[in-house]
């Protein structure tokens, strides 16, 4: 019995030193053809007059991607003096979060194919418009641990154009 206890924490340890090798070697990556699709609408957005903005970042139908377990979803915003903040995210553990007023989000994470975030203004304003980030947190085939990131501008439409 005492043998059986000690093949357990053995294969414990190795388990758990296998787990901190793969979170040693995250892949931090921009990939060209990310898997992730970052868009916003509508297009043409107006500060005051557009309502109902939305920014998307959800995978691409049928891609080639290297996911096969996400861990999370954030929508970071790049910061006017440096820096990224977190404005919403879907965690497989803690569910949906916003962290800016005056919006509010929807997502889904726990199927691969068909996971997104997606956050919602309900009028163009200040704080709408910058560059965002989508970032895309998981593990592929063999456990490893992977982080994917595309970034987006949402700009105010010029008016002089119209």
Known sequence: MKGYFCLI????????????QAAQDTTHKNFQSFPFRVSYR??????????????????????DHPFIFLDAIIISKEHPQGGWVDVAKIDYLKGLQT??????????????????????????????????????????????VLEETSEILIKQHDCKDM
């Open 42 to 63: 509508p297009v043409d957005l107006v500060k005051g007059q557009t309502q109902n903005v939305s920014l998307k970042c959800a995978i691409v139908p049928n891609s």
């Open 9 to 20: 924490a053995l294969a414990l340890t190795l388990w758990s030193k296998h787990l901190t």
């Open 99 to 144: 962290f800016e007023q005056g919006i509010t989000a929807d997502g889904h994470i726990n199927h691969v194919e068909q996971a997104y975030l997606e956050i919602r203004w309900p009028l163009a304003v200040d704080e709408t418009f910058g560059i965002y980030s989508c970032i895309v947190h998981g593990n592929d085939q063999d456990f490893k």
